[in-house]
Each structure stands twice: as structure tokens, then as C-alpha cells.
T-cell receptor, first 113, second 113 residues
């Protein structure tokens, strides 16, 4: 069965620190990869996605993620975090053009001012 | 523009009581509709999805059922709630599969006592 692993459940950073959140998936075929973010009190929303082409994708608010097929990974990065990046981040995988999204368990990020 | 509504926002129900959560989408036609449950530290678990009126796919055998009586209406139900049904229920929609982003509603917080 397909699965998604997010290794960091809680991350605490100071403003201006660099961020990298890990995401690994298990599926041997073609995948579409997503990072969603849930800011406090807001809907879950798309941060960025990869479906083909350049494995380095850029999203909103300065976030980027790199798809490394050989490592089955899609890590999220941001060079310098802000207090407003405090949120919960979810990695998700869609396999083989199915309807379903498989989510990781999420990472809670707290950025201290 | 498209919007997605869920109600109620919060619900407290006794064990053994029935449940009905409603999700409606505005501004689009023939959406795919999804029900997820979000549990703390466990990410989002897909419960049901529907690609058309009356078409329901169940992902996890459980105490819940779903129905789609109209094109843009998706209902999550239970005849008798269990304590384990407590959680945060999210509805989502999209217009395709694979790389198509899912758009999430505000969610319903269900507490079963």
C-alpha cells in the first residue's frame, strides 16, 4: 500500500533560520506530489506541487521542494523562515493518476520571533 | 469563484446518536468530492470520495457512510456514533485526478462523549 512519511513531527525555529522538512513516499510508479499548509484557524491550502518537468518546484511565500526520484523524497525548504510561517505542513502523494491523495502525518512548525 | 462550505463547524454528540455532516460546493459543476478525517499526529485519512451523483467509493471500513444526493452536495453520516468517531472532518473537491489540486473546506470538529 502507498504511504507517506514525514519524519519531523514538531519543528521549532527562530526567525531567519533555514527550514527543511522531510517527506518520503512508497510507490514505484508515476507520482504527483504536493505540500499543503494549514495556518492557525485557516483552511488547508496548497503550498506547491510537482507532476512533471523540473524536479525543483517553487511555491508560494518563498517555499520550494525538490523531487528526488531515486530517494522517493520530496523535501520542503525555505531559506529564511518568518514568524508567519508557523503552521502545520502536510506532504501528500497521488499515485498513478488516481483520485486519491495519501497524506503524511504532518509537521507542526513553530517559528519564534 | 468556487467556494466550499461545511456545517456545522462544531458538533458534540453522545455515543449512539446519529450523525449528518454536510458539504456543499459553489461555483463549479461535476466536481469530485472527498471526505477526510484529520486526527492529531496522524495526518488526513481519506474516508470516501465521489466522482458523480450517487457514486461513492469507500476507503476505510468503519461506522460511517457517505451520500451524494446532488451534484455539489456531499453528506457524511452515521447511524450510531462511537467514541472513536471523534475528530476533525474535512471535505474537499477538485475537477480531475492525478495532478489536480484538491480544495479543502473549513472542517467540522466532532466530539463524541
Amino acid at each position: 500500500a502507498q504511504s507517506v512519511s514525514q519524519h519531523n513531527h514538531h519543528v521549532i525555529l527562530s526567525e531567519a533560520a533555514s527550514l527543511e522538512l522531510g517527506c518520503n513516499y512508497s510507490y514505484g510508479g508515476t507520482v504527483n506530489l504536493f505540500w499543503y499548509v494549514q495556518y492557525p484557524g485557516q483552511h488547508l491550502q496548497l503550498l506547491l506541487k510537482y507532476f512533471s518537468g523540473d524536479p525543483l518546484v517553487k511555491g508560494i511565500k518563498g517555499f520550494e521542494a525538490e523531487f528526488i526520484k531515486s530517494k522517493f523524497s520530496f523535501n520542503l525548504r525555505k531559506p529564511s523562515v518568518q514568524w508567519s510561517d508557523t503552521a502545520e505542513y502536510f506532504c501528500a502523494v497521488n499515485a498513478g493518476s488516481s483520485y486519491k491523495l495519501i497524506f503524511g502525518s504532518g509537521t507542526r512548525l513553530l517559528v519564534r520571533p | 469563484s468556487q467556494t466550499i462550505h461545511q456545517w456545522p463547524a462544531t458538533l458534540v454528540q453522545p455515543v449512539g446518536s446519529p450523525l449528518s455532516l454536510e458539504c456543499t460546493v459553489e461555483g463549479t459543476s461535476n466536481p469530485n468530492l472527498y471526505w477526510y478525517r484529520q486526527a492529531a499526529g496522524r495526518g488526513l485519512q481519506l474516508l470516501f470520495y465521489s466522482v458523480g451523483i450517487g457514486q461513492i467509493s469507500s476507503e476505510v471500513p468503519q461506522n460511517l457512510s457517505a451520500s451524494r444526493p446532488q451534484d455539489r452536495q456531499f453528506i457524511l453520516s452515521s447511524k450510531k456514533l462511537l467514541l472513536s468517531d471523534s475528530g476533525f472532518y474535512l471535505c474537499a473537491w477538485n475537477l480531475g485526478r492525478g495532478a489536480h489540486e484538491q480544495f479543502f473546506g473549513p472542517g467540522t470538529r466532532l466530539t463524541v462523549l
